[in-house]
């Protein structure tokens, strides 16, 4: 089953976090990465979610799903964007810079890249 849906998990995360409804899907995440917690993907879900909610510590429990995304082998490269707009966030210039970077290397055709490349050359 895990395989057959591995090509589908980008896109459904990508519609999830779209719906805009941050608290419903932190919830729905937490449950993926508990029941998943080697899937990079969902713990990339979370920590969108937890950035795009933005209330008392989401900040850094985003920052701690975006770095537990990163140590999984399905990593997607935008938990790298993450880590840097919640470094920049933070006032961590290099951290933020040093998360851009990365992801501009493992994504240097993402459709984000000139919006990336504005907030490198702010830093």
């Not at 980008?10 to 932190?26: F, K, M, N, P, T």
């Not at 850094?60 to 799903?65: D, G, I, K, P």
């Not at 920049?88 to 998360?99: H, L, R």
């Amino acid at each position: 089953f895990q395989q057959a849906t591995a090509p589908f998990l980008g896109r459904w995360v990508s519609d999830e976090l779209a719906q805009g409804r941050s608290h419903e899907s932190i919830e729905l995440f937490r449950r993926l990465v508990a029941d998943m917690p080697g899937r990079g993907i969902y713990r990339y879900g979370l920590g969108e979610a937890y950035r795009k909610r933005n209330k008392g510590t989401d900040v850094a429990a985003a920052t701690e799903a975006y770095r537990g995304a990163l140590e999984c082998s399905d990593a997607p490269a935008e938990a790298w964007r993450g880590l840097g707009l919640v470094a920049m966030k933070a006032g961590d210039n290099a951290a933020a810079k040093d998360a851009f970077v990365q992801y501009r290397a493992k994504a240097p055709d993402a459709e984000d890249k000139a919006m990336v490349d504005f907030y490198l050359s702010q830093l």
